[in-house]
Each structure stands twice: as structure tokens, then as C-alpha cells.
């Protein structure tokens, strides 16, 4: 009997490129495994209405976890022009599906590794290591957004300087969630021996809401005394991370906040074609390379996809296949580091399916 089934989820533009290096690895690494193909993405949303159908839903319910290519995302009104001609006037709104997945599965944990592998010439330092944890599921991405200032807010102290015409986004922020992925931090950084904490806020202007992240950050930390915790105004941690890098070490902050920095540090690393992620839930996971879906690329097979077969060393760590997630790194660490085998990012003329390949040698 199969030991695993995993939900397989291309997407668009490059998205594909990437899982096909994904498979290549995966067959080399013979994990026992069924993977089950999930419909995701632009193509859906034109033809169908929605890019995450409900049989996708249903599909990623019935498997153990999911791996995911790329998603294509465009503004509302260019949104609702590429629906087909009988989809349209029906008031359909164009929402991020992997956005929506993290929502609808509580996948409330978004993991991003930030690591330098010796002899990436991208490079910012060789000795970075860092790991963001990005609440996944509230902040500024709930998607309550208004088109003009609704009635009921007229009387809110400050919207008098307001017009009434402006477009308006709420941010939720509740000490249930903020809580929960602090304590995914703290817990990560013990199970990994990791030396410090540092949550991520801007307290000082967003005061009710980052309020209630701090709160729980200290009564998280408080239960973690061998750890190091501090706090950083979201845009001094820019600063600080360029200038120090090598103070951090476990980065928690919300929703917003993380998705920026998670970029930062990704590119001190190499860029997005280093950088993987895991979002993670109680009782399921979704594992992704963060880049996007580069249409104008697709079937070139010019992406790097060293962030994917990182995302699948991930997986391979969530299912508890410890020893093959570790095989797995240690044959991209070889790759990189032997620097005969580069994609166009960095410098060489590889194709998405060599640097596979190669990495497949050395599993």
C-alpha cells in the first residue's frame, strides 16, 4: 500500500517547469508515494470563475500534503476581462488561491529558510542562515478591502481627515493566531537549536494591533528561557538585517511584515530561485518555491529550481523523512558549491531540468 499521497500542483507559467524538475528528483529519491494532480490556478479562473475549484479543495482534503508550482495573479479588472464571455457581469472576484487555501485550511504557519549555500555567487554573505516565520493566515491579507469609506466608519476618530472616496483595507491581528506562530518559532528554534527569537512589529504606529502580537510574543517567550528573545520595528529590521545579518537567527512577525522580509532575506541568499516555503497547519502542508509564475518564461525551462527541490527537502522533513530530506540538501549544497551547473540567475546557461539532473546524481 502507497505510503503517501500527495496532492500535485503545477499552476501556471513556470510553475510547471519547476514540478517537472520537482518529478525528476522525486523518482531518484524513490519516496513511496502516490501524487495526485489538483487543478490550481489562472487557467481555472478564465474558464471556470474560480482558480481554486472546490474538486481541488476536496482533493487536497483527501492527501497527506502538497507540493505547489507557481501562481499567475493580476489586478480585479484585468481579472474579470480574461473570464470567459459567460462568467462575466456576475460579480466574480478574482482572490489568490493560495491565499485562500492557507485561509480555508488554517495553514497558519508560513516556514521560509533563508540559507546561504558556499559557492552561489548571488550570495549577499556565505554564513547567513535565517528562518522566517510569517503568520499565514490574518494581518493585512484577510482581503476586507472597501472600495470608499463605508458609512459605519465616519465616526471613527482620525477618519475625518479621511476622504470619502478612499479605498480602504482592514487589518485583523488576534492573540490566537499570533500567539500560535510565536510558539512555532520558539518551538522551532529549540527542536533546531537556534539561539534567538526576534519578533518583528510596528508597534509604535499600529498600536492596537501589533499590541496584541507583542503581548503573545512575551508570554510565548517567557515559556522558553534557554532562548533569546528580542523585538525590531519592522523597518529597522531592514536596516539591521543589511548591516548584521548574522545577529538573526529566527525572525516571527505577521502576515504582511513576513511576506516583505522573507523577500529580504531571500535575496541575501540568492534571490527568489533559492527560496522555498512551507505552509503549515496542525494537520496538513502545502510546500512551494516563492517566486512567481513568470509567464513570459514558461516551457523555456530557464527557471532556477533549486527554491522547488528545496520546498520538496521540506515536505520531505514534514512527512518525517528525516534521512532522505537531508540526502536531498546535501546533493544541492554539492551542486552549488561544484558551480559547473548554473541557471541563467546565476550566471550560467543551465536549463530548470540539468540542474535537476544533477542534483539527482548526487542524492
Not at 556565505?126 to 459605519?152: A, C, H, K, W
Not at 512551494?288 to 527554491?307: D, L, M, V
Request: proline residues 4%.
Amino acid at each position: 500500500m502507497t505510503k503517501y499521497h500527495i496532492a500535485w500542483m503545477p499552476g501556471d507559467g513556470i510553475g510547471r517547469d519547476v514540478l517537472e524538475a520537482a518529478e525528476i528528483v522525486l523518482d531518484c529519491l524513490a519516496l513511496d508515494a502516490e501524487y495526485v494532480t489538483a487543478d490550481i490556478g489562472w487557467e481555472f479562473w478564465c474558464q471556470e470563475g474560480d482558480p481554486l475549484p472546490q474538486r481541488t479543495l476536496d482533493t487536497l482534503g483527501s492527501t497527506d500534503c502538497a507540493l505547489f508550482g507557481a501562481i499567475t495573479s493580476k489586478p480585479r479588472d484585468a481579472a474579470e476581462a480574461e473570464l470567459a464571455p459567460g462568467l462575466r457581469g456576475q460579480g466574480r472576484v478574482y482572490r489568490s488561491p493560495i491565499v485562500r487555501m492557507r485561509q480555508e485550511l488554517d495553514l497558519y504557519t508560513c516556514l521560509r529558510p533563508c540559507r546561504a549555500f558556499a559557492g552561489n555567487p548571488l550570495n549577499y554573505r556565505e554564513d547567513i542562515d535565517i528562518v522566517v516565520f510569517r503568520e499565514n493566515t490574518e494581518g493585512m491579507y484577510i482581503g476586507v478591502e472597501y472600495s470608499q469609506v463605508p458609512e459605519l466608519f465616519y465616526d471613527v476618530p482620525g477618519m475625518e481627515r479621511i476622504p470619502r472616496d478612499a479605498s480602504i483595507s482592514l487589518r485583523a491581528i488576534t492573540h490566537r493566531a499570533s500567539e500560535r506562530i510565536v510558539r512555532r518559532a520558539f518551538e522551532y528554534a529549540r527542536q533546531h537549536s537556534r539561539r534567538r527569537v526576534t519578533a518583528v512589529h510596528k508597534a509604535n504606529v499600529l498600536r492596537h494591533t501589533d499590541s496584541v502580537f507583542l503581548k503573545a510574543a512575551r508570554t510565548v517567550a517567557a515559556e522558553f528561557p534557554g532562548i533569546a528573545y528580542d523585538e525590531a520595528n519592522i523597518d529597522a529590521m531592514g536596516m539591521w538585517l543589511l548591516k548584521n545579518p548574522l545577529d538573526y537567527d529566527v525572525v516571527v512577525t505577521t502576515n504582511l511584515f513576513g511576506d516583505i522580509m522573507s523577500d529580504l532575506c531571500a535575496q541575501m541568499v540568492g534571490g527568489l530561485g533559492f527560496a522555498c516555503s512551507g505552509n503549515i497547519g496542525d494537520n496538513y502542508a502545502v510546500f512551494e518555491p516563492t517566486h512567481g509564475s513568470a509567464p513570459k518564461y514558461a516551457g523555456q525551462y530557464r527557471a532556477n529550481p533549486i527554491a522547488t527541490i528545496l520546498a520538496v527537502r521540506m515536505m520531505l522533513e514534514w512527512l518525517g523523512e528525516r534521512q532522505m530530506a537531508e540526502h536531498l540538501e546535501r546533493a544541492v549544497a554539492e551542486v552549488i558549491a561544484e558551480g559547473s551547473i548554473r541557471t541563467y540567475d546565476m550566471g550560467g546557461k543551465a536549463s530548470t531540468l540539468d540542474i535537476a539532473r544533477a542534483v539527482a546524481e548526487r542524492v
